[in-house]
């Protein structure tokens, strides 16, 4: 329940305390005088647009503060919504606005968005304003209050989860169907390179060897000769470099100084490098020789490489990691047509589960609809419409977020003409007691702890205004119940009266709200009757009678 409401510098309304308690409290007022301002704090306490406008003349901000006691289910939803520890079974909400627009919330004196707000406040209050009608126009409203009368919230939701499954698995199968042509440009692409490395299929530490041999075969005949010459001068003849050191070799063999003696060893030790040399000389004369055609051929596949390089990176190692990464695309756009078809398989069983979960709500939600429609045709029977009737519209269509079939509320409130949708409904006070019908039907199914009826008595006169009382008094049994209102038959069924004044002077305008009791209490329910002794006679009428 709401145990108090406290608004500061709300534009008018500069200082404004109620303590609601359980059960039903009224605020009543003269048109004008400010009463729908209680209903933006609370709407901006719930987390509502902020507005630095919305600040009045008596500080540089409005701050509006709630204090809520909680059941522990409600308490353990509200943890789970916003993430704040509700401790005694206590919640305070908590916002303040700056004159420049700069919002500030509070849950439990922790600071929270605006959306953790919504989302508390949601679990908290349900405002039924005067354009509710709108709101049960909509069949999406429609269907909520109908699962919540039936307890369907679970099997709803399944539906509604597999509904968003089947459109993000459309999604993906448009997603591989719009891009197929593309793939199959990029595969075909991939797989002319993939080829060409196949062809080429180099192996590692091949590139150097290509281009050694290709320096080879380009110098063959200049090599060629350079053996030729430095074999005949290495061995050949007898001033070849061979012939020398062994003659020196032997002369300093027989010299009896040790230093020559090891010279003379060294000599010979050069010999046989040189000898050595001149051999590998006269093997490499025989053995290169230029051949155009392996030129050619080693060219070619040098160039083929260099080519690959050009496009894929310099070095070796730039050909390995594309050759790699080609491979592994391949495999991606190869395994496309698989996912193609996974995709339209879930799809398909998707459409079916879908199908299954949709078809049986839709039934779940006629049963359900047989005895909510009953329960509020007695409801408006006590308010005066005791021919009205409700129908529920099933059409058929496209699956949608709600369901597989469009089911939606009619309402006949006139026999013989044909049943219209609830938006449709021509009369104010008819929709202010269809809105209250359907939220006493609800009453024993919706345990929101605060409910605020703005005007519910609207279009309608002081005839039902008892019994529009009375429906509000059994609705808040158990909870907060708020109404604003210019009928004193209702009025009067309040546990709690709250009266809006405004005063205007010449240089400003104040609003203020004040509980009234006992014989204040008498001379505001005669006002609204129309003042004077015999209205005060009624008053007293009045509240004596609510009192029985």
């Known amino acids: 329940m709401l145990v108090e409401l406290v608004v500061q510098n709300l534009l008018i309304v500069a200082s404004a305390r109620l303590s609601p308690g359980q059960g039903l409290t009224v605020i ?15 709407d901006l306490l719930l987390g509502g647009r902020a507005q630095g406008k919305l600040v009045g003349p008596a500080g540089d901000a409005t701050a509006i503060t709630a204090v809520f006691a909680v059941g522990e289910a409600l308490a353990t939803a509200i943890e789970a919504a916003c993430g704040v520890a509700v401790a005694d079974g206590q919640v305070i909400l908590r916002r303040r606005i700056s004159d420049g627009g700069r919002s500030q919330a509070w849950i439990n004196d922790v600071p929270v968005t605006a959306a953790a707000l919504r989302a508390v406040g949601d679990l908290l209050v349900e405002i039924h304003a005067q354009h509710a009608a709108l709101r049960l126009a909509d069949p999406a409203c429609q269907l909520a209050l109908l699962d919540r009368y039936a307890d369907l919230g679970a099997q709803a939701a399944a539906y509604a989860d597999c509904h968003r499954q089947v459109l993000d698995l459309e999604t993906e199968r448009a997603r591989l169907e719009d891009g197929e042509r593309d793939s199959l440009k990029e595969l075909g692409y991939l797989r002319f390179q993939a080829a060409e490395f196949a062809a080429l299929d180099l192996q590692p530490g091949e590139l150097a060897e290509l281009e050694q041999r290709v320096q080879v075969l380009t ?35 027989q010299a009896a100084e040790p230093r020559l003696s090891q010279a003379a060893d060294v000599c010979r030790q050069a010999v046989d490098a040189v000898q050595e040399a001149a051999r590998l000389c006269a093997d490499a004369a025989e053995q290169v020789h230029a051949d155009p055609a392996e030129l050619a051929r080693v060219q070619e596949r040098l160039d083929v490489v ?14 390995f990691d594309a050759r790699a990464r080609i491979a592994t695309r391949i495999t991606e756009l190869e395994g496309l047509d698989d996912r193609r078809a ?12 879908r199908q299954q979960l949709g078809t049986a709500l839709a039934a779940a939600r006629r049963a359900a609809f047989a005895k909510l429609a009953e ?6 029977a006590d308010l005066g419409m005791p021919k009205a009737r409700l129908s529920l519209a099933d059409q058929a269509g496209e699956p949608g977020p709600h369901g597989v079939v469009r089911q939606e509320l009619l309402v006949c409130t006139n026999p013989g003409l044909p049943a219209g949708r609830l ?27 605060v409910l605020v009826f703005d005007e519910v008595d ?4 002081g005839r039902l205004g008892n019994a529009i009382g009375g429906k509000l008094a059994r609705l808040a049994g158990d909870r907060s119940v708020l109404a604003i209102t210019h009928t004193p038959q209702l009025a009067a069924a309040a546990q709690r009266h709250y009266v809006v004044r405004k005063q205007q002077h010449s240089d400003q305008t104040t609003v203020t709200v004040s509980e009234v009791s006992g014989e204040a ?3 505001e329910l005669a006002d609204m009757l129309g003042g004077g002794s015999a209205a005060l006679g009624q008053a007293k009428a009045l509240l004596g009678g609510a009192k029985r």
């Open 219 to 253: 110098g063959a005949e200049q090599y060629r000769d350079l053996a030729h010459q430095a074999t005949h001068v290495l061995s050949e003849g007898d001033r070849a470099v061979s012939q020398v050191l062994g003659s020196l070799a032997r002369k300093l063999g």
């Open 521 to 523: 209490r008498q001379l």
């Open 458 to 461: 609207s279009g309608v006169g």
């Open 28 to 42: 009543s007022g003269e048109t004008g005088a400010g009463k729908s301002l209680l209903l933006d704090a609370l």
């Open 306 to 319: 260099y080519e690959l390089m050009r496009k894929h990176g310099d070095g070796e190692g730039a050909l």
């Open 342 to 353: 996974c995709v339209l398989a879930e799809l398909t069983a998707a459409r079916d589960l």
């Open 423 to 449: 938006g449709a409904i021509a009369s104010g006070g008819e929709a202010s007691r269809l809105t209250l019908a359907l939220a006493s039907a609800l009453a024993d199914h919706d345990h929101t702890p």
């Open 375 to 380: 329960a509020v045709h007695t409801e408006l």
